[in-house]
């Protein structure tokens, strides 16, 4: 299966998610977990070789793509065996939209989309959606809120809630701004990084599950 | 204090007169202007020079160089667009291919150079190479068509107190 970290906005995320992710699920699933960093500034990757030096075991590896290629998924039958295979293939795409993009945005099993309510996360998550609707993705899309803070009131949260439900799924439990977050790495998640984002990912693996009848 | 006060005063006021006063009928004594003012006339050198600004013949304009292939004679199209005639697609090429020229006239002169053959296997070869570039050019064009349209297809229907709502269009 195809999961896809995207967005059309920098700043909101992504990537931290992405790397959450892939250690939650790498400690709960027996399944093989590959990461594909295609975004141009190899965030991930850059922070998976970082962590070599630590002292704490692997979990998966991390490969970039799309470095050279202009369309790394040309011959589309490594983008489909990646679909039907029963690995979790994991990919964090740039927070900018390119044509290179295309064939994945369409052939995903899943896209999480992180988002904030300020204007211009908002506005762009629901360019994205235009663009995956205009790319007749076959992708779920899942929107979880990152960034959120609890003790704040966001006024556009009503409404904009309505527009993304007519999408896909949001998640319920949003992703706090936590600190901690911040200092978070490839080989393991903290207790504190874990329970800042335990229930949004236990959330989105139960659907995950419930949409392709598996366990993962 | 009060005596310190008074003398400071004192001397302001003593100094403010003998300004006054200086102004008043010193100082002009003193100012003595030198006019240093010359005069220059440019009507010697404007007659010297008369007769060459005057006389300016058709003989005196600038001849260029130009490339073989650039076209003095200025394709009209009135010629045809009097008649109600299908234009001429010799007259058309020419006219496509001359401004061709002036669009690119340094790979045009490099292309003049190479010998008839070797153009051919050249043009062969980046066929090719040209219809690969153009349907990543194509696919790239409508990428950002959709893109532009998934942009303008997001519309703003509430602002409170600047969170905005918007909702999708399409």
Same mark, same amino acid.
């Given at each position: 299966?195809?999961?896809?970290?995207?967005?059309?906005?920098?700043?909101?995320?992504?990537?931290?998610?992405?790397?959450?992710?892939?250690?939650?699920?790498?400690?709960?699933?027996?399944?093989?977990?590959?990461?594909?960093?295609?975004?141009?500034?190899?965030?991930?990757?850059?922070?998976?070789?970082?962590?070599?030096?630590?002292?704490?075991?692997?979990?998966?590896?991390?490969?970039?793509?799309?470095?050279?290629?202009?369309?790394?998924?040309?011959?589309?039958?490594?983008?489909?065996?990646?679909?039907?295979?029963?690995?979790?293939?994991?990919?964090?795409?740039?927070?900018?939209?390119?044509?290179?993009?295309?064939?994945?945005?369409?052939?995903?099993?899943?896209?999480?989309?992180?988002?904030?309510?300020?204007?211009?996360?908002?506005?762009?998550?629901?360019?994205?959606?235009?663009?995956?609707?205009?790319?007749?993705?076959?992708?779920?899309?899942?929107?979880?809120?990152?960034?959120?803070?609890?003790?704040?009131?966001?006024?556009?949260?009503?409404?904009?809630?309505?527009?993304?439900?007519?999408?896909?799924?949001?998640?319920?439990?949003?992703?706090?701004?936590?600190?901690?977050?911040?200092?978070?790495?490839?080989?393991?998640?903290?207790?504190?990084?874990?329970?800042?984002?335990?229930?949004?990912?236990?959330?989105?693996?139960?659907?995950?599950?419930?949409?392709?009848?598996?366990?993962? | 204090?009060?005596?310190?006060?008074?003398?400071? *005063?004192?001397?302001? *006021?003593?100094?403010?007169?003998?300004?006054?006063?200086?102004? *008043?009928?010193?100082?002009?004594?003193?100012?003595?202007?030198?006019?240093?003012?010359?005069?220059?006339?440019?009507?010697?050198?404007?007659?010297?020079?008369?007769?060459?600004?005057?006389?300016?013949?058709?003989?005196?304009?600038?001849?260029?160089?130009?490339?073989?292939?650039?076209?003095?004679?200025?394709?009209?199209?009135?010629?045809?667009?009097?008649?109600?005639?299908?234009?001429?697609?010799?007259?058309?090429?020419?006219?496509?291919?001359?401004?061709?020229?002036?669009?690119?006239?340094?790979?045009?002169?490099?292309?003049?150079?190479?010998?008839?053959?070797?153009?051919?296997?050249?043009?062969?070869?980046?066929?090719?190479?040209?219809?690969?570039?153009?349907?990543?050019?194509?696919?790239?064009?409508?990428?950002?068509?959709?893109?532009?349209?998934?942009?303008?297809?997001?519309?703003?229907?509430?602002?409170?107190?600047?969170?905005?709502?918007?909702?999708?269009?399409?």
């Amino acid at each position: 299966m195809i999961i896809t970290f995207a967005t059309q906005k920098g700043g909101t995320g992504k990537t931290t998610l992405a790397i959450a992710f892939a250690n939650y699920i790498s400690a709960l699933s027996e399944r093989k977990l590959n990461v594909f960093d295609f975004d141009y500034q190899k965030s991930f990757y850059y922070k998976w070789k970082d962590d070599e030096l630590s002292e704490s075991p692997k979990l998966y590896e991390v490969e970039i793509i799309g470095d050279d290629d202009q369309q790394p998924f040309a011959d589309f039958e490594t983008l489909i065996n990646l679909k039907d295979s029963d690995e979790i293939n994991l990919f964090d795409l740039a927070g900018t939209l390119d044509a290179k993009y295309s064939d994945l945005l369409i052939y995903s099993d899943f896209i999480v989309i992180p988002f904030e309510y300020s204007d211009v996360s908002v506005k762009s998550t629901l360019v994205f959606i235009n663009m995956l609707g205009l790319l007749e993705s076959e992708a779920e899309r899942v929107f979880i809120r990152s960034k959120y803070d609890k003790g704040y009131k966001y006024l556009n949260q009503e409404g904009m809630d309505v527009e993304l439900k007519k999408f896909g799924l949001l998640l319920e439990n949003p992703v706090f701004k936590k600190n901690c977050l911040q200092r978070i790495d490839t080989r393991k998640l903290t207790y504190e990084q874990k329970y800042g984002v335990r229930k949004s990912f236990d959330e989105l693996i139960e659907y995950i599950n419930r949409t392709l009848k598996i366990t993962l | 204090m009060i005596k310190i006060s008074l003398c400071i *005063l004192a001397v302001y *006021l003593i100094y403010y007169a003998g300004n006054i006063l200086y102004d *008043l009928f010193l100082k002009k004594e003193r100012e003595t202007y030198k006019e240093e003012t010359e005069e220059f006339s440019l009507s010697e050198i404007s007659e010297q020079y008369e007769a060459f600004a005057l006389n300016i013949g058709i003989e005196d304009v600038e001849n260029l160089n130009t490339p073989k292939s650039f076209n003095k004679n200025p394709i009209r199209f009135d010629k045809i667009e009097g008649k109600n005639e299908r234009p001429d697609l010799e007259y058309l090429r020419e006219k496509f291919e001359s401004e061709q020229d002036l669009d690119e006239p340094v790979e045009n002169k490099t292309e003049n150079t190479k010998d008839f053959p070797s153009k051919n296997e050249d043009i062969q070869s980046s066929v090719q190479l040209e219809s690969a570039s153009s349907i990543q050019k194509s696919n790239e064009t409508k990428w950002h068509q959709m893109l532009n349209l998934a942009e303008t297809s997001v519309q703003l229907i509430a602002n409170n107190d600047g969170y905005k709502t918007y909702q999708s269009t399409m």
